[in-house]
Structure formats: C-alpha cells, structure tokens
C-alpha cells in the first residue's frame, strides 16, 4: 500500500517526495528510485528532513509508535486505516497530534469513493425514502501480507465507516459472529448494526475467489445498489431501473488530495482521529460480542 501512496503524491502538482521509509532497505531503494525519491532507513531519518506531512501505511501493530514520532513533533500523518488495533494506541495517536499541533487524518479510502458520494447524495435528498435496511459484502483472497488483525478489524472496518457515513449517524448496538479457518485470526465475519430504524448487515470473508466489494440499500421507496470496484450505483424503484451518474476517480488519490489541503489551509480533515477510533471502538464490540452505547456523543460502554 505504501508505494501507492508514493506513487499518487509524485503525481500531484506542489508535492515533493522527500523519502521512503521501510524495514526492507532493497525495497525502500526499488521504490525511492521508480519515483526519483531517496530510500531512508528509520523514522529519525526522514523526520531530520523535516517533511510537513507523512504516510504511515505500515502494519496496524506498528501504528502508534510511528505516528506518535512524527505527530509530536508537528508532522501531520495520513495513517492508513485501522487507527489501530485497540483503543489504547488509538487515543495515544490522537493526542500526539493535539499535543503536537499536527493534522492527524485515518484512511477509511472507501469514504473517499466518487460512488460512495453520490449514493449519500442521493439518499439525503430522500429518493429512497427511509433506510430501512443496508448490506454490505467485502471478500476475496487471502492476503498474505495481512498477519496482524482479522477480518473485521482489516476489511469490515471500510464498511462501518461508510454506513455510519451514509446514516449520518452512530448505531445503537452492534453484534458479530466470527470465525477461523486454518489461520491465527478470524477470516470470515458477520456483522449486525443497529441504527434505530435502520439495520446495517456486513460480511467479509478472505475465501471467496474474487474480489467482491457491494452495498446495497433497501429504502421505504426503492433499493439500490452500490458497487465500489466499478464506481457505480444502481436504483430500483416505480419507475423502473436506471444508473446514477458517478464522477469516476481513483478514490486514494482524492483521499491524498484532501489530506494536503487539510495539511496546507490547516482544515479538520473529513476522517478524523476521533472519527476513526469510533469505526474502531465498533469493531472491537464485535469481536467481543458486546453491546455499545454509541449515540452521537463520546463513547460509553
């Protein structure tokens, strides 16, 4: 994922790739050298560089001892999503970056998905009527580079974020089921949220051959359907079926765009800290099949 994140901000007009960090010095040189950057050994490195924004897409385990470096000493961070893989580190990055004045932004990507955009659009106006029931599906492969969290933690978070985000709103209870096939963390999952009126049905597995990425919402006045690989959203309803114009884009792009000018004029980012320990918090009531109080104020268990 790191080198994605290179790749875009060499492409952006302003932006000046300073260094590239990364445990494997051959494949921090590989990467430095496809982009006309330098290949640096540790974090120390590139913060004596003085970068004014950094990627942090690294393992989940390793996030908060990154960030916090960097954020202490005034340099905003991009962390690739999960915050975290529990709540303690995640307040720890959140206030590394109050402390150190610096913009901490969490990358939900999916957020940031032109199609994700114009189904929110769409059901503000209330052409769906009320939401009554959401479904989400995201599989595919085994990763082999994921070790560090399951599913929900990895895949199922893109999900809670988006449905909180197109609700506009926290759910009330949240309930998983989950399990292991031949690994160390779960790999397959279910997930039911309840909006008040409104229920969110997730599932994400690592069996199925292809990736899968959809969510469906079923309204009072219609249905429609969200697919996230090809940047399209249909709609059902009396007037038969027909397809919403979608502003295509590459949605990690718009995502690093948004974070520099959040860097740039100084602007709360649209994923914040406090935004991303939510979508964390939730998960981690899944996994323990517990029952959250979430509302639209601070945590409570």
């Not at 974020?161 to 309930?175: E, H, I, K, S, W």
């Not at 229920?199 to 899968?212: H, S």
């Amino acid at each position: 994922m790191g080198e994605h994140h290179v790749r875009v901000y060499s492409g952006i007009d302003g932006c000046e790739v300073i260094g590239v960090v990364d445990v494997n010095p051959s494949r921090a040189a590989m990467v430095a050298a496809k982009y006309g950057t330098k290949a640096l050994g540790t974090i120390e490195e590139l913060i004596s560089l003085s970068p004014d924004a950094v990627s942090v897409a690294v393992p989940t385990y390793l996030h908060r001892e990154i960030a916090e470096k960097l954020l202490r000493r005034g340099i905003s961070c991009l962390v690739e999503k999960p915050i975290a893989s529990t709540v303690n580190d995640a307040e720890a990055i959140i206030k590394a970056a109050e402390e150190g004045g610096a913009i901490l932004m969490v990358g939900h990507v999916e957020r940031f998905n032109p199609a994700v955009k114009t189904l929110k659009d769409f059901l503000d106006k209330g052409n769906l009527g009320k939401a009554l029931l959401l479904h989400a599906k995201r599989a595919g492969p085994f990763d082999p580079r994921i070790k560090d969290v399951g599913i929900i933690i990895d895949l199922m978070t893109h999900d809670i974020d988006v449905t909180r985000f197109l609700l506009g709103r926290n759910p009330n209870t949240v309930y998983a089921a989950y399990g292991r096939h031949g690994r160390d963390v779960e790999d397959y999952a279910a997930m039911i949220l309840d909006y008040g009126g409104t229920i969110a049905v997730l599932e994400a597995d690592r069996f199925t051959p292809f990736k899968v990425r959809t969510l469906s919402v079923t309204g009072s006045n219609g249905f429609a359907v969200l697919d996230y690989l090809a940047q399209r959203v249909e709609v059902y309803d009396q007037s038969g079926r027909r397809e919403l114009h979608v502003d295509k884009g590459e949605p990690l792009r718009i995502e690093i765009e948004h974070f520099l000018e959040c860097v740039k004029n100084k602007k709360v980012p649209t994923i914040s800290g406090q935004d991303a320990l939510f979508v964390l918090k939730i998960a981690l009531d899944g996994l323990g099949s517990g029952v959250g109080i979430y509302g639209n104020n601070p945590y409570v268990k």
